[in-house]
């Protein structure tokens, strides 16, 4: 059975570098060009396992694993509103997740919101401890952070205020909230202790290390609980609700387990009921080289395949809200898809209640 990539999220307070992070990440591109490049789903980009061990390198010797995870999805919007919302059954929507700390700032309100879902959810997350081209007399450049480290030891003032902003700002307030951690390069056992893993967004710092450490740990929940493979009909959660020049209202979902196929109904949660309207198309982006007319940005698909993000054009959509869940399945298993769907719901509000 094939497996899926696991799904990724980034979080953290406002203006600690998530959406930079992203970019920066997207933008390996050289390296990604080479061995088949980062591809952009619906709300997605798709990491495949040949780009991160090139970014890599000999790095990847750090883990001592063998990664047979297939790549990571990474989700474009970070922070997400409905991020809250997102879950599927038993859990979030997100695999794992970066949690993006400024290691100058520290904690904030939404670090420590995002801290506390994280822990409700059982998501494993690495933190980036982001900006540290801004710790004064850092000499900060792209590639690895070990091996930037190493040639700190001419600065020995910016190792010293890297290391009081890595206890103080990361490192304490997270033994705080009940978790250990330390920096990646320290850390035994991935799964007991969280991994901090310094980076910079502006200068690219770190990003090799960054996507060792979510792979690894990926690769590690995959080997004692993280479910990847690939069951039956889609299944998946709303995104966005979007309108589209020529297609009405529709639906960016990420599918987090299972197969659609054109031709196929989608079943989605809304604050009205249950809404299933038979898809008049799945969408993927178009390929920028493919792409003659800026409005005519997306391509029609047979099938889509867990992990991705799709667009989904059918009639009826208009109530439907971010963070509902959503099923793609065959005229005969639309009654079992409805069902799935209001326990969700139900189990849903139940946990908002206990909160
Ligand atoms: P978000 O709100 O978490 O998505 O944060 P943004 O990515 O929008 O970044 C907020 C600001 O911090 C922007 O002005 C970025 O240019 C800046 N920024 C992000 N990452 C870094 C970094 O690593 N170093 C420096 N010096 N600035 C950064």
Known sequence: ???????????????????????????????????????????ASEIPIDVIKKVCGNLLQMLKADLTIPGLLVIDTPGHEAFTSLRKRGGALADIAILVVDINEGFKPQTIEAVNILRQYKTPFVVAANKIDLIPGW???????????NEQNQHPNALTEFEIRLYENIIKPLNEMGFNADLFTRVEDITKTVCIIPVSAKTGEGIPD????????????????????????????????????GLGKTI??????????????????GPNGIVVSKIKALLKPKPLDEMRDPRDKFKPVNEVVAAAG??????????????????????????????????????ATIETDEE
């Open 1 to 43: 059975m094939a497996l899926r990539c696991p799904i990724v999220s980034v979080l953290g307070h406002v203006d600690h570098g998530k959406t930079s992070l992203l970019d920066k990440i997207r933008k390996t591109r050289v390296a990604a060009r080479e061995a088949g490049g980062i591809t952009q789903h619906i709300g």
């Open 310 to 347: 799709v667009k989904i054009a059918a009639p009826n959509l208009e109530n439907v809200i971010a963070g509902s869940p959503l099923r793609i399945v065959p005229e005969d298993k639309i009654e079992e898809a409805k069902e799935e769907i209001m326990k969700e719901i139900e189990e």
């Open 139 to 149: 000499n900060s450049k792209e590639g690895p952070f070990v091996l930037n480290f």
């Open 210 to 245: 960054l996507l060792m450490m979510i792979a690894g740990l990926a690769q590690k929940f995959l080997e004692q609980n993280l479910k990847l493979d690939v069951e039956g009909y889609a299944k998946g959660t709303v995104l966005e609700v979007k309108e589209e020049k």
């Open 252 to 269: 960016d979902a990420i599918i987090y387990d299972g197969i659609a196929r054109r031709g196929d109904y989608v079943v989605v949660g």
